[in-house]
């Protein structure tokens, strides 16, 4: 028997697509009515990929790179970035619609927590779901809200049911259009935040020789699925204090590896 749980967001089974709900006088499973059943680990968050779906034996960022990049974004640094994504979010939000907001490559849920604040301002019944196929991540998030649904799962497979979401947002993160559109709701939104030509410049002027502009153009991704309705330019400088936050962010980005052979 499968016990129906109305705060429970709509939930896709990842093997056979079947809905999920709790089982049966406990919310510490998860279950199909084909049988397949998910356990919800002691920290709280549920585990949807399948060892298939794995390109790795641990697929995503490790502990140091989370940690590291908990450490860096505690500091405000990136504030800027997450006000700017929070001011789009409220100027989205139905006044009679309680939404489900999906954060596609959340990592330890810097931005998903904010993002959750500013739903619940508005909606206090809101729905939120972070999801990232790093467990390291998935377990740091947890341990900081238990309010907000926290899935280890892939963005190329999303288990949630089509057309459920009201929202979706990808900070920083792989972009997959196509399984995006699928869960999101006709008349749904899409917040993307990429970094720019001039993203940490500085940095890496002190790291290469030559300094190569991203070529990266999500417009051209998404234009197939995806209508454009605005676009923003977040520019703002920050001065690292100390040694730890230098070599944080290095930890969190590409170039800490060039930086440190």
């Not at 979706?168 to 559109?181: D, G, Q, S, W, Y």
């Not at 991203?214 to 920050?238: G, H, M, R």
Request: proline share 7%; with cysteine.
């Amino acid at each position: 028997m499968i016990l129906p749980e109305t705060s429970l967001p709509p939930l896709r089974c990842p093997v056979c697509s079947a809905t999920l709900n709790y089982a049966v006088d406990t919310e510490k499973q998860l279950l199909c009515h084909h049988g397949h059943s998910f356990d919800r680990a002691k920290q709280g968050y549920w585990n949807l990929l399948l060892p298939q779906r794995k390109r790795s034996k641990a697929p995503g960022d490790n502990e140091a790179m989370v940690q590291a990049r908990h450490r860096f974004l505690s500091q405000g640094y990136y504030q800027p970035i997450a006000s700017e994504i929070q001011a789009s979010l409220m100027n989205l939000l139905d006044q009679n619609q309680i939404p489900l907001l999906l954060d596609l490559g959340c990592g330890e849920g810097y931005y998903t927590q904010q993002l959750f604040h500013t739903l619940t301002s508005k909606h206090q019944n809101a729905l939120c779901v972070g999801l990232d196929i790093s467990k390291p991540a998935i377990l740091h998030a947890s341990k900081q809200s238990k309010q907000i649904t926290w899935m280890v799962a892939t963005g190329a497979d999303i288990p949630l049911q089509a057309e459920s979401v009201d929202i979706a947002t990808l900070i920083f993160a792989r972009l997959l259009p196509e399984p995006t559109a699928q869960v999101l709701k006709p008349g749904g939104y899409f917040i993307v935040a990429w970094a720019g030509p001039d993203h940490l410049r500085e940095l890496r002027e002190q790291i290469y020789t030559e300094v190569r502009d991203s070529d990266l153009n999500p417009d051209a991704q998404l234009i197939a699925l995806f209508e454009p309705i605005e676009t923003k330019v977040v520019k703002f400088q920050f001065t690292l204090s100390d040694q730890q936050s230098m070599d944080d962010l290095l930890m969190m980005t590409p170039h800490g590896q060039k930086a440190y052979p």
